[in-house]
């Protein structure tokens, strides 16, 4: 009765491990252009729950963001690559954004409040959350290393996908990607 019970233990596990692996390489195959740059891991990675400040002068936390799909960008005010994307990042947001889906913006390292607002503010941006990590604290904890460097959590907090560098986030690609999560993929 024992061996039976593992059997169908083990059976149900790689038949869950299959499952994500296919859901995985269907991701993958949504990849174009610059998204060819984004990463997915072959199973879910544990993030850090590392305070970091909100534009209000409070605290947040990336598990404040529990039950939706998130694309998580770091970046700087001094950043020329993320001067580029964060227009293309709130345009997803605005196409994409809502109750299972946001675009979360976390400015690392120095970045006084006011150069960040003009920053959003010379780009356009008016639709993304200016939350900072002063001392990279979050960035750290999450192996930032460069700038940009965007993240894809799933719904329960956990990194799914990693690209280094910008990349047009307003593509067809990168919507298809964002959809296809959303959807349940």
């Not at 954004?97 to 780009?123: C, L």
Request: some cysteine; hydrophobic content about 45%; aromatic content about 6%.
């Amino acid at each position: 009765m024992r061996l039976l019970r593992q059997i169908v233990l083990y059976t149900a596990l790689a038949l869950g491990a299959n499952t994500a692996l296919a859901d995985v390489a269907a991701l993958e195959a949504l990849r174009d252009g610059d998204m060819k740059k984004l990463n997915f891991h072959s199973t879910p990675q544990p993030v850090s729950d590392t305070p970091f400040a909100t534009w209000e002068g409070g605290e947040g936390r990336l598990s404040d963001y529990a039950g939706k799909h998130i694309v998580l960008n770091f970046w700087a005010t001094w950043c020329a690559p993320c001067r580029k994307e964060m227009p293309q990042l709130s345009q997803l947001q605005a196409e994409l954004g809502g109750d299972s889906f946001e675009v979360v913006t976390i400015a690392t390292g120095r970045n006084p409040p006011q150069a960040m607002q003009r920053f959003f503010e010379e780009i356009g941006v008016d639709n993304l959350p200016l939350h900072m990590d002063p001392k990279q604290a979050l960035a750290r904890e999450m192996a930032v290393m460069g700038l940009p460097i965007t993240v894809i959590l799933n719904p329960e907090g956990q990194e799914i996908a990693r690209m280094r560098g910008d990349a047009d986030w307003s593509s067809d690609s990168a919507k298809a990607i964002v959809s296809a999560l959303i959807a349940g993929m």
